[in-house]
């Protein structure tokens, strides 16, 4: 799998369980789960745009 792509892909699944997590902490009023959902989700947007940025700069490379 390319580079770029396993980050996109590895970035939406954090993404995701960040979000699941801050509703998590949301509903049982957990203020320390909801931040850690929420930096969860963030880091999963970075990991995404540099999987994005990757993929139009190195279109040919192949991580090994």
Known sequence: MKSGNRDQLEGMLHE???RIREAIG???HNPELMSAGK???IIG???GN???INAMLLP???EQ
């Open 60 to 62: 040919g490379y192949k």
């Open 39 to 41: 930096s969860e989700h």
């Open 50 to 52: 540099i999987g994005q």
């Open 16 to 18: 995701m369980r960040g």
């Open 45 to 47: 947007r970075i990991q």
């Open 26 to 28: 949301k509903i049982t």
